[in-house]
């Protein structure tokens, strides 16, 4: 079931330069997206999210992006710090349902000094 | 603070062995969730419990698995016969009423020997 994709395993940027984190979704009845950041042995952090009806959401250093004609969101993190190092999720739901998530597979962002 | 707080932390068992994860999300959640991560893969969504019942369940969440929230507060995961396959990280969650965001717990993680 690969409803939700990240298509980069993986990303390296320097400190202080923007991060760019993608995700595409297949399903068009999510009409509601989340970002976590999660760190080894560690749960999920929620960090930003955006509904359907919006197209941008900023929170302080993060951005996150939608272009539901193409099923596309991305997070932006700028400047990029080195303790945002850590694996980020994108996640989708459809509202009236159970809110229950799908996850795509995780980008892991090392952001170097 | 964490929105959701899980007991124990990291479990070993043997193969056969029943297991019971605990969690205790914060008062105002009204929607409960259990989700697992497989060592490398992405997090799944395993069942969601609303009102005192299951509200959906994924195809992992077969008859060896079964959730309750006996007292009002915890909210335990247990397996019944543990199989190798189970060892995961499992992540217990919790969402307000109303709202779309999903809080996660920091994690249980089981290790079936």
């Known amino acids: 079931d690969q409803q939700v994709k990240q298509n980069s395993p993986s990303l390296s940027v320097q400190e202080g330069r923007i991060s760019i984190l993608n995700c595409d979704y297949t399903?068009?009845?999510?009409?509601?997206f989340l970002w976590y950041k999660k760190y080894p042995a560690e749960g999920p952090t929620f960090l930003i999210s955006?509904?359907?009806?919006?197209d941008k959401n900023e929170d302080g250093r993060f951005t996150v992006f939608l272009n539901k004609s193409a099923k596309h969101l991305s997070l932006h993190i700028v400047p990029s710090q080195p303790g945002d190092s850590a694996v980020y999720f994108c996640a989708a739901s459809r509202a009236g349902n159970t809110g229950k998530l799908i996850f795509g597979q995780g980008t892991t962002l090392q952001v170097k000094p | 603070e964490p929105e959701v707080t899980q007991t124990p932390s990291h479990q070993v068992t043997q193969m056969g062995q029943e297991v019971i994860l605990r969690c205790v999300p914060i008062s105002n959640h009204l929607y409960f969730y259990w989700y697992r991560q497989i060592l490398g893969q992405k997090v799944e969504f395993l069942v969601s419990?609303?009102?005192?019942?299951?509200?959906?369940k994924s195809e992992i969440f077969d008859d060896q698995f079964s959730v309750e929230r006996p007292d009002g507060s915890n909210f335990t995961l247990k397996i019944r016969s543990t199989k190798l396959e189970d060892s995961a990280m499992y992540f217990c969650?919790?969402?307000?009423?109303?709202?779309?965001?999903?809080?996660f717990g920091e994690g249980s993680w089981l290790t079936v020997v």
């Open positions: 955006i509904s359907s009806i919006k």
């Open positions: 969650a919790g969402r307000r009423d109303p709202g779309n965001t999903i809080y």
């Open positions: 419990f609303y009102n005192n019942e299951i509200s959906e």
């Open positions: 399903n068009s009845m999510f009409d509601y």
